[in-house]
């Protein structure tokens, strides 16, 4: 996978470190609160992972999958559920764990729509952040790192589907995506 990379914009250290400090601060701020964490597949897989493990008080995980994305790499603005969650979550405080928060327009769905299932509250942790992209106003209680308006992979994202399992945030080399 190496040969693919142009750039690495963040190491696997930083990516821990910040998940760690993310960790404590979910831990302090859930103590004593009934918390499910609401991993959306498959991007936040590797996060949420790491970020459980990192949370120190009593808390559930259940799964979502949605779609807001064709096969390029531009937001479709359609969101469907692949997957929805197994769990009830009334009176349940939830917290959404995302990979990347582009557009923002996956997310508000899904914030409206776990909203109307009556949850003691909602809220967002992502890992990243592309700020510059962003198309609607949304309220990110957690977020790792801010980068900039490039395709990025690695740490749970893809590419169709390929370098989900880079330890680290990457950039990919053009002809990658001409092939
Ligand atoms: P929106 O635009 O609705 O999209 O905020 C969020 C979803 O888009 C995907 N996404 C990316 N996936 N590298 C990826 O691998 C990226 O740079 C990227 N930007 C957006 C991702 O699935 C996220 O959940
Ligand atoms: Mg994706």
């Excluded at 936040?44 to 493990?53: G, P, Q, T, W, Y």
């Excluded at 700020?131 to 590419?159: A, H, M, Q």
């Amino acid at each position: 996978m190496d040969k693919d990379i142009r750039e690495i914009l963040i190491e696997e250290n930083d990516l821990q470190e910040k998940v760690k400090e993310l960790g404590a601060k979910i831990t302090a701020d859930y103590k004593d609160k009934d918390l499910l964490l609401v991993c959306v597949l498959k991007g936040a897989v590797i996060f949420v992972s790491d970020l459980m493990r990192q949370i120190d008080t009593t808390l559930d995980i259940d799964f979502m999958a949605i779609s807001s994305y064709g096969t390029n790499t531009q937001s479709s603005g359609v969101v469907r559920i692949l997957k929805d969650l197994n769990t009830s979550i009334e009176g349940r405080h939830v917290l959404i764990v995302e990979d990347i928060i582009d557009s923002g327009l996956t997310l508000s769905y899904l914030v409206e729509n776990l909203k109307s299932r009556g949850p003691a509250s909602v809220e967002i942790c992502t890992i990243l952040d592309k700020p510059d992209r962003r198309k609607i106003d949304l309220s990110i209680k957690y977020t790792g790192f801010k980068i900039p308006d490039e395709f990025v992979v690695g740490y749970g994202l893809d590419y169709a589907e390929k370098y989900r399992n880079l330890p680290c945030i990457a950039v990919l080399k053009e002809e990658v995506y001409s092939n």
